[in-house]
T-cell receptor, first 114, second 112 residues
């Protein structure tokens, strides 16, 4: 029973294409996140949603657009993909976004831009 | 959020306790100390967190010094499956929406 699941696990595509990554959590959490892990292995927050409302947008290019159709889903759509977008993208969720709430992560989507 | 300092890498023999240190000398009163780990090719895994008191769960123990300027994560009986990068994170800023700020972590190698 996967708590936070992302699809696809691997995504290989060409520069300029538009792609989406889906994330679903079955933990009943109301806060979800997207993180990016670059080639140097640094993990950085991109977006956070609480009850379908955006609460963090960390100066991510507007080619990246998160969409939360309901509390259990936070999808990431990327327009006009660039070489620098190659990375591993992780979705996470938590019960609220208070400091005492641990986040639970999916296994990542490995995006490679040709 | 306060910065953390961790050793780049550590080794531990299988079956022995692994003690991973973390310095967070600029931590403020409402900031929690979190530990996560990332096993190769997987997503980060929550281990434990604490504010002031020592904490223990089924995975590990967290020892926080009285002045809260440092902490130690203890894996009591390390196994080969504990080989991973361990991240110590101080979390507490509402400006960051309570996001996790991952540093470089400690790469722990558990050897047979």
């Amino acid at each position: 029973d996967t708590a936070v699941s992302q699809t696809p696990k691997y995504l290989v595509t060409q520069m300029g294409n538009d792609k989406s990554i889906k994330c679903e959590q079955n933990l009943g959490h109301d806060t979800m996140y997207w993180y990016k892990q670059d080639s140097k292995k640094f993990l950085k927050i991109m977006f956070s949603y609480n009850n379908k409302e955006l609460i963090i947008n960390e100066t991510v290019p507007n080619r990246f657009s998160p969409k939360s159709p309901d509390k259990a889903h936070l999808n990431l759509h990327i327009n006009s993909l660039e070489l620098g977008d190659s990375a591993v993208y992780f979705c996470a969720s938590s019960q609220g976004y208070g400091v005492g709430q641990p986040q639970h992560f999916g296994d990542g989507t490995r995006l490679s831009i040709l | 959020d306060a910065k953390t300092t961790q050793p780049t890498s550590m080794d531990c023999a299988e079956g022995r306790a692994a003690n991973l240190p973390c310095n967070h000398s600029t931590i403020s009163g409402n900031e929690y100390v979190y530990w996560y780990r990332q096993i190769h090719s997987q997503g980060p895994q929550y281990i434990i967190h604490g504010l002031k008191n020592n904490e223990t769960n089924e995975m590990a123990s967290l020892i926080i010094t009285e002045d809260r300027k440092s902490s130690t994560l203890i894996l009591p009986h390390a196994t080969l499956r504990d080989t991973a990068v361990y991240y110590c994170i101080v979390r507490g800023s509402i400006d960051s929406g309570y996001a996790l700020n991952f540093g470089k972590g400690t790469s722990l190698l558990v050897t047979p």
